[in-house]
């Protein structure tokens, strides 16, 4: 058996197969060194300076595009890291379509580019149907960028349906996949061009590192400009968290698996309950994505959930600071649960309802996390 036939998940425990050739070693070594000595003649090698591309991140991206079933991935120091380069390809007088709801970090760099750059941006509402198709315009729009499931409402994307709108107006589509890692959703087949994940989150898994990863369909002329913004910007990612990276990766589909499925029994425990005016979750089969997901995660709905609390703001405040088991802190992906008020993190331009809680669920016993909430909301 090649490498090439290998399930994700044993490519995943394997960290992409990896045997050292001289040492034998089964993890890839950390290689911390900056610069690259030339040959004889003065030639380079493969690798010149770190900035432009060092081997243990080469080792991450190498596994990464296996993933994505991409030509080539690349991986940075942040997710934002990773979105700017992509949105640095876009020239000025351009018109980009997003979700009006989306990572409230890459709304605030697309208000940005359509201040300073010319770039007229067209915010579409991801909950509801035939939004995306109107915001776009054939001919002129040249970048269509949407979450899989948007953040933190979890209003589910049919991608494959984004993907042709964007081919036939001639944009670009950008998934940003970070709800959805690889294990369960792989944009790329689904039609998109270039998905993006930011690593800090499912990949990385542990909250103990940043990073982000583009990886594409083709390596063309953009993402030729891609790599070129990577090493212009210095958003390369360094090789320690490359390697942390890479080992976090390695229990990926495990951890999801177990992630998921306590979102989904946390989920239908509360919908319903007094005092909850409702749970966002695309796993429920009430939920107005549910099919659309189902048919493109394969039936797995990820481990990022909402509560609406009834009393609204303050109320919801109130829960994030009573329980002892979620930690209320940001972020999400990790093997911790963590609970955030959203609308408080993101200030006064989002768009998320005041009432809302968006939970990050980890691999802790599912009814030790419902009796954590139930007490926080007694
Ligand atoms: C959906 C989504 N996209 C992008 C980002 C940005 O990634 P990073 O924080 O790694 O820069 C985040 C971070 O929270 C996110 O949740």
Not at 192 to 212: E, M, N, Q, R
Request: glycine content about 10%.
């Amino acid at each position: 058996m090649t490498s090439n036939d290998l399930s994700l998940d044993t490519l995943l425990a394997q960290a992409g197969h990896f045997v050292d050739g001289e040492t034998g070693a089964v993890v890839p070594p950390i290689h911390s060194a900056t610069t690259y000595a030339r040959n004889d003649r003065y030639e380079a090698a493969d690798y010149i300076y770190s900035r432009n591309a060092n081997p243990t991140g080469a080792q991450v991206e190498h596994v990464l595009a296996r993933l994505e079933g991409a030509e080539e991935a690349l991986a940075f120091s942040s997710g934002m890291a990773a979105i700017s380069a992509f949105f640095d390809t876009v020239g000025s007088g351009a018109h980009v379509v997003a979700p009006r709801v989306m990572y409230h970090g890459a709304a605030e760099l697309l208000r940005r580019l359509a201040e300073r750059h010319d770039v007229e941006v067209g915010f579409f509402d991801p909950s509801q149907p035939g939004a995306l198709d109107a915001a776009v315009r054939p001919g002129r729009t040249s970048v269509v960028w949407v979450e899989t499931c948007v953040n933190p409402t979890w209003d589910v994307i049919d991608i494959r349906a984004a993907a042709g709108t964007a081919r036939r107006s001639g944009a670009v589509l950008g998934v940003d996949a970070t709800a959805t890692p690889p294990v369960t959703l792989r944009a790329l087949e689904l039609g998109a061009d270039i998905v993006f994940h930011s690593a800090t989150k499912y990949l990385g898994g542990h909250s103990d590192l940043l990073a982000g990863v583009l990886a594409t369909r083709r390596a063309d002329e953009r993402w030729e400009e891609i790599k070129a913004a990577r090493t212009r910007m210095g958003g390369v990612l360094g090789a320690f968290e490359a390697w942390l990276l890479l080992r976090g990766m390695r229990t990926l589909h495990l951890r999801y698996e177990r992630q998921a499925a306590n979102a989904l029994a946390i989920a239908r425990h509360f919908e319903g309950r007094p005092g909850i005016e409702a749970v966002l979750y695309p796993g429920l089969e009430s939920h107005p994505g549910h099919e659309i997901a189902k048919r493109q995660t394969g039936g797995s709905f990820g481990a990022m959930l909402s509560l609406l609390v009834e009393g609204g703001a303050e109320a919801a405040k109130r829960v994030a600071t009573r329980t002892r088991l979620f930690v209320p802190a940001t972020s999400l992906g990790g093997v911790e649960s963590l609970i955030e008020h959203r609308a408080s993190v993101e200030g006064p331009l989002s768009a998320v309802p005041a009432n809302l809680l968006r939970l990050s669920i980890g691999i802790e016993r599912a009814d030790e996390l419902i009796a954590d909430l139930e007490q926080a909301l007694a």
